[in-house]
């Protein structure tokens, strides 16, 4: 919920001051420098948002926790505390107020990012299994040779190729200057649940070596869940995608 976001810098001569928290911010605990979203005024929740660059070592914040997660443990993921931290008004982006329209225009690359970012995984976690299957020998043949586990994957790689065409066609035509927020979200949306059928199928035709962590297979199941959770919840892009297609309403503003 972008609009309720509760931290607030108020201004200070020529510099704001900034307080409140930050929760789930990547990278935040090695970070030099924040892109905050943060509330300028009281006025309007989508119209008194700027965003602001932060310098993370100025005095008043606090990096207070380094959060454990099931997954994605190539990248820190922090809880961070901000008291009244200055800040020059010169180093907020763009125009005061705008934030919220700017992060939103932002949010549809990161959604399409997403999507793009989940392909090489889920086809990577394919191959391996393919691979895998191939080799593991059981009653009397190999695994590859169970009908079941060929059609499995063959469904699993057709869909990946659908998710792959919707992305590029979203990205080129957001190249092209286009609105692409419905497609963005689907593919957000596709992703986020591909990359959970893709890694739970293949994990189960690991067995037991599916079950450790010293496998590419286990990773994605643990990492990719994040997909339908970060840069907006599947929920989100179904809410996204009903007003898109008005069915349902949307907020005043
Ligand atoms: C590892 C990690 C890294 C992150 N990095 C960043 C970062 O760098 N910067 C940043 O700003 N944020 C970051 N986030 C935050 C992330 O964007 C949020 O966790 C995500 O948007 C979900 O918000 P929430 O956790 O507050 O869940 P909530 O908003 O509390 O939602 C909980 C659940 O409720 C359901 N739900 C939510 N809204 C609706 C709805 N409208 N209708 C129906 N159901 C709904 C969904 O199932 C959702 O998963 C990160 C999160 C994680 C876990």
Request: proline share 2%; glycine share 10%; hydrophobic share 40%.
């Amino acid at each position: 919920d972008v609009a309720g976001l509760k931290s607030h810098a108020r201004k200070d001569g020529d510099d704001y001051l900034i307080s409140g928290q930050k929760m789930w911010i990547t990278n935040s605990l090695q970070a030099d420098w924040m892109c905050m979203l943060v509330n300028t005024s009281d006025g309007p929740a989508h119209r008194n948002k700027s965003l602001v660059m932060v310098p993370m070592d100025s005095p008043g914040i606090e990096r207070a926790q380094k959060i454990r997660k099931i997954g994605m443990h190539s990248s820190d993921t922090g809880l961070i505390y901000f008291d009244n931290v200055r800040v020059p008004q010169r180093y907020r982006i763009g125009e005061e107020g705008q934030g919220f329209v700017y992060q939103m225009q932002q949010f549809q690359e990161e959604r399409l990012w997403c999507a793009a970012s989940s392909l090489e995984p889920m086809d990577a976690c394919i191959r391996d299994t393919i691979e895998w299957a191939q080799q593991r020998k059981l009653f009397g043949g190999t695994l590859a040779d169970q009908q079941w586990v060929q059609f499995k994957l063959a469904e699993l790689k057709t869909e990946v190729e659908a998710l792959r065409a919707l992305t590029y066609r979203a990205c080129e035509l957001h190249v092209q200057g286009t609105d692409v927020t419905e497609l963005a979200s689907m593919a957000k949306l596709k992703c986020g649940r591909l990359t959970r059928v893709v890694a739970d199928t293949c994990l189960q035709f690991w067995g037991g070596m599916g079950f450790t962590w010293e496998n590419r297979v286990s990773r994605l199941y643990r990492d990719g869940r994040l997909g339908s959770i970060g840069g907006g919840a599947d929920e989100v892009m179904l809410g996204i995608l009903a007003k898109t297609m008005g069915i349902a309403k949307r907020a005043p503003r």
